[in-house]
């Protein structure tokens, strides 16, 4: 441990230079001094020496503008390879903290035009996805030499470094000391002496006046910003014709688990009700990649993370009708190292009728025959029983008929699939829904998110559903059996 009487304290400001003992010695000599820096710190020592000296002893600084700073950053590495070769990134990160002086400022109408890169050249891509905000840096360092022997460069530790950017962001390495007790350095050496230090911040605290006048001379700047990008972006967007819904879904595929054979894909479709419809160009189907499974737990978990985005547009024709929803019907099939391909489960999901984040799991089946030599061929030749048209996995679009019977239907529950939606919904009726609050909402506002109303208004449906079937069997019963009931009660 250092000895009490080696104890300094020292107040060091921003880009403040003190001189090692090292640097005295070296620029004292004219001969040593070659670049206009260097005459700079000759003459500084100089006048130290006729003032008596320099205060600091063991503590010094190397600023933004010395040779170790360049140093230091170039000979930092990346990782612990003894050989490691400097990669095109690290070399650019490397410059980041020289100030680019020769920047021109860009005009206000340029920026506007060209603020998208359509078409970005390789130059380009490479100048831009390196960070190069300028930074300017300090090292506060200590001569940590034996007593009489200061101004060796091996005894020469770094104790803290400061770094400013442009955007004004302070990063002090290591942090202030406050409760976390002083910082501990050993040497090697046959003394193996320990030295402690602390760092504390000696800026005067602002006045309650100035950090009111700061804070609003930021709230300006920022209301400024703001107005400059507002008119950039501008305020003509594209707003759906009244009476119409837009929805718009970004979804995927996150996984699928619990399938008899591996290497699964999904293929899927939308299907639009009535009064639904969508762009010409936009894609209502699609197909995963094939991928493989892995165990988790007791499952066997396929992940495809396949995204998918949809945009439609819902127009009310009738205003006490509510609309069906969309549906998203998809099969999972399988592929295996002999091409063989088996259907390993169909299943259907009604897209939400809430904005939001939506993540479902839905289970999923498949047909089977009866018997052994159906279960044979699908181990041994591949393919099993499939579905002509995917919507019968609901109620299929062929069906006019008011019920539909799948007696003698064999199906066995297979695996399970994983979506994750991200619901967007954009309508002129949610802005005049506050206007509209004291009269009956229509159809597209009860549409807007509210879900307890949503909630309602299905529940009323289907007690009207349950009503006409309970009076549907009573017309149906005999009629002597219905005087009988009513004269008993």
Request: with cysteine; aromatic share 12%.
């Amino acid at each position: 441990r250092a000895p009490e009487d080696e104890e300094e304290v020292v107040e060091v400001g921003w880009q403040e230079k003190l001189f090692s003992q090292y640097e005295v010695d070296l620029y004292l000599s004219k001969s040593a001094c070659q670049t206009p820096l260097d005459w700079q710190y000759h003459e500084e020592i100089q006048k130290l020496e006729k003032a008596g000296g320099r205060k600091n002893c063991r503590i010094f600084t190397y600023t933004d503008h010395d040779r170790f700073t360049n140093l230091e950053e170039l000979c930092q590495k990346v990782t612990d390879l003894d050989h490691e070769v400097p990669s095109y990134l690290v070399e650019r990160m490397a410059n980041v903290r020289r100030r680019r002086q020769d920047r021109r400022p860009v005009e206000a109408s340029s920026l506007k035009s060209k603020i998208i890169t359509w078409e970005p050249s390789e130059e380009f891509i490479k100048n831009n996805h390196v960070i190069n905000t300028p930074v300017q840096t300090m090292y506060i360092m200590g001569d940590l030499g034996p007593y009489g022997k200061l101004g060796h460069r091996e005894y020469e530790n770094v104790l803290c470094t400061i770094k400013v950017d442009g955007n004004g962001v302070i990063t002090v390495k290591p942090d202030f000391s406050g409760t976390k007790g002083a910082y501990r350095i050993e040497l090697d050496g046959e003394k193996r002496e320990v030295w402690e230090y602390t760092i504390e911040n000696a800026s005067a605290q602002v006045q309650p006046e100035e950090e009111e006048r700061e804070q609003r001379v930021f709230r300006d700047l920022y209301r400024r910003h703001r107005d400059y990008l507002s008119g950039l972006v501008g305020s003509d967007f594209e707003m759906p014709l009244p009476g119409t819904l837009r929805l718009f879904m970004n979804g995927e595929i996150v996984s699928a688990q619990g399938y008899e054979y591996d290497n699964l894909y999904v293929h899927f479709f939308l299907e639009l009700p009535n009064q639904w419809s969508s762009s010409p160009f936009q894609q209502l189907s699609g197909v995963t990649q094939i991928c493989a499974t892995k165990t988790v737990g007791w499952d066997k978990v396929a992940y495809f993370c396949y995204p998918f985005t949809v945009e439609m547009f819902y127009t009310q024709k009738d205003e006490d009708s509510l609309p069906q929803w969309p549906v998203l019907y998809f099969e999972v099939l399988s592929l295996d190292f002999w091409q063989r391909y088996r259907v390993e489960g169909y299943g259907s999901l009604v897209l939400p009728s809430c904005p939001g984040v939506h993540v479902l799991t839905i289970p999923t089946w498949r047909p089977v025959d009866l018997g052994t030599v159906a279960e044979m061929r699908r181990f041994f030749i591949g393919g099993s029983p499939e579905l002509e048209d995917l919507t019968y996995i609901r109620t299929p679009s062929t069906f006019k008929g008011k019920r539909l019977s799948r007696f003698g239907f064999r199906t066995e529950t297979t695996g399970s699939v994983t979506f994750r939606l991200y619901c967007l919904q954009q309508s002129k009726a949610f802005l005049e829904s506050s206007a509209q609050r004291q009269r009956m909402q229509s159809v597209l506002d009860r549409l807007g998110g509210f879900s307890q109303q949503s909630s309602v208004y299905n529940v009323l449906e289907a007690f009207q559903r349950a009503r006409r079937r309970m009076q549907e069997a009573r017309e149906s019963l005999p009629q002597d059996l219905i005087n009988t009931s009513a004269s008993t009660v």
